[in-house]
Nanobody, 115 residues
Framework: QVQLVESGGGLVQPGGSLRLSCAAS????????MGWYRQAPGKQRELVAD???????TYAVAVKGRFTISRDNAQNTVSLQMNSLKAEDTAVYYC?????????WGQGTQVTVSS
Protein backbone atom coordinates (compact mmCIF):
# COMPACT_ATOMS: atom_id res chain seq x y z
CA GLN A 1 0.00 0.00 0.00
CA VAL A 2 0.92 3.62 -0.56
CA GLN A 3 -0.03 6.57 1.60
CA LEU A 4 -0.09 10.09 0.16
CA VAL A 5 -0.18 13.34 2.10
CA GLU A 6 -0.69 16.70 0.40
CA SER A 7 0.13 20.17 1.61
CA GLY A 8 0.27 23.71 0.30
CA GLY A 9 -3.31 24.54 -0.60
CA GLY A 10 -4.91 27.82 0.29
CA LEU A 11 -6.57 31.01 -0.89
CA VAL A 12 -4.89 33.14 -3.54
CA GLN A 13 -5.89 36.03 -5.76
CA PRO A 14 -6.21 35.64 -9.52
CA GLY A 15 -2.75 35.84 -11.05
CA GLY A 16 -1.13 34.55 -7.89
CA SER A 17 0.87 31.41 -7.24
CA LEU A 18 0.77 28.36 -5.02
CA ARG A 19 2.98 25.34 -4.65
CA LEU A 20 1.47 22.00 -3.72
CA SER A 21 3.54 19.16 -2.33
CA CYS A 22 2.84 15.49 -1.81
CA ALA A 23 4.84 12.95 0.14
CA ALA A 24 4.44 9.23 -0.47
CA SER A 25 5.15 6.51 2.03
CA UNK A 26 4.67 2.77 2.24
CA UNK A 27 5.36 0.61 -0.81
CA UNK A 28 6.76 3.50 -2.81
CA UNK A 29 8.95 1.31 -5.01
CA UNK A 30 5.80 0.10 -6.74
CA UNK A 31 4.82 3.56 -8.01
CA UNK A 32 5.11 4.23 -11.73
CA UNK A 33 3.33 7.55 -12.11
CA MET A 34 2.70 10.35 -9.65
CA GLY A 35 0.68 13.44 -10.27
CA TRP A 36 -2.16 15.72 -9.43
CA TYR A 37 -5.87 15.63 -10.13
CA ARG A 38 -8.48 18.18 -9.21
CA GLN A 39 -12.21 18.20 -8.68
CA ALA A 40 -14.41 21.26 -8.64
CA PRO A 41 -17.95 21.19 -7.22
CA GLY A 42 -20.34 19.45 -9.59
CA LYS A 43 -17.56 18.32 -11.91
CA GLN A 44 -15.65 15.13 -12.49
CA ARG A 45 -12.16 14.65 -11.18
CA GLU A 46 -9.67 15.53 -13.89
CA LEU A 47 -5.98 15.11 -14.47
CA VAL A 48 -3.94 18.26 -13.93
CA ALA A 49 -0.43 16.92 -14.45
CA ASP A 50 1.58 13.80 -13.86
CA UNK A 51 5.07 12.42 -14.29
CA UNK A 52 6.43 8.92 -14.64
CA UNK A 53 9.67 7.63 -13.17
CA UNK A 54 11.62 8.66 -16.28
CA UNK A 55 10.44 12.25 -16.08
CA UNK A 56 7.85 12.13 -18.86
CA UNK A 57 5.07 14.58 -18.13
CA THR A 58 1.46 15.09 -19.09
CA TYR A 59 -0.43 18.33 -18.56
CA ALA A 60 -4.04 19.26 -18.96
CA VAL A 61 -4.50 21.74 -21.77
CA ALA A 62 -6.03 24.21 -19.34
CA VAL A 63 -2.85 24.44 -17.26
CA LYS A 64 -0.09 24.18 -19.86
CA GLY A 65 2.37 27.02 -19.54
CA ARG A 66 1.13 27.92 -16.07
CA PHE A 67 1.70 24.82 -13.94
CA THR A 68 4.89 22.83 -13.56
CA ILE A 69 5.14 19.38 -12.03
CA SER A 70 8.31 18.11 -10.43
CA ARG A 71 9.19 14.80 -8.86
CA ASP A 72 11.96 13.54 -6.63
CA ASN A 73 12.07 9.76 -6.94
CA ALA A 74 14.56 9.39 -4.12
CA GLN A 75 12.44 11.42 -1.73
CA ASN A 76 9.15 10.00 -3.03
CA THR A 77 7.66 13.44 -3.40
CA VAL A 78 5.84 15.27 -6.15
CA SER A 79 5.13 18.98 -6.32
CA LEU A 80 2.99 21.24 -8.43
CA GLN A 81 4.01 24.84 -8.96
CA MET A 82 0.93 26.79 -9.98
CA ASN A 83 1.40 30.24 -11.46
CA SER A 84 -0.97 32.73 -13.06
CA LEU A 85 -3.85 31.16 -11.21
CA LYS A 86 -7.38 31.67 -12.48
CA ALA A 87 -10.74 31.41 -10.79
CA GLU A 88 -11.43 28.25 -12.76
CA ASP A 89 -8.47 26.59 -11.06
CA THR A 90 -10.49 26.53 -7.85
CA ALA A 91 -10.89 22.90 -6.80
CA VAL A 92 -9.80 20.26 -4.38
CA TYR A 93 -6.44 18.98 -5.57
CA TYR A 94 -5.56 15.35 -5.00
CA CYS A 95 -2.18 13.72 -5.13
CA UNK A 96 -2.23 10.49 -7.11
CA UNK A 97 0.10 7.54 -7.46
CA UNK A 98 -0.31 4.69 -9.90
CA UNK A 99 1.00 1.17 -10.05
CA UNK A 100 -0.48 -1.04 -12.77
CA UNK A 101 -4.25 -0.86 -12.27
CA UNK A 102 -4.03 0.43 -8.72
CA UNK A 103 -4.55 4.08 -7.87
CA UNK A 104 -3.65 5.66 -4.57
CA TRP A 105 -5.05 9.00 -3.48
CA GLY A 106 -4.24 11.65 -0.96
CA GLN A 107 -6.89 13.27 1.19
CA GLY A 108 -7.07 16.38 -0.98
CA THR A 109 -6.13 20.00 -0.41
CA GLN A 110 -8.36 22.96 -1.21
CA VAL A 111 -7.17 25.59 -3.67
CA THR A 112 -9.34 28.67 -3.95
CA VAL A 113 -8.60 31.44 -6.43
CA SER A 114 -10.67 34.50 -5.67
CA SER A 115 -10.37 38.22 -5.23
Amino acid sequence: QVQLVESGGGLVQPGGSLRLSCAASGSTASINVMGWYRQAPGKQRELVADMDTRGYTTYAVAVKGRFTISRDNAQNTVSLQMNSLKAEDTAVYYCNAKHSITNYWGQGTQVTVSS
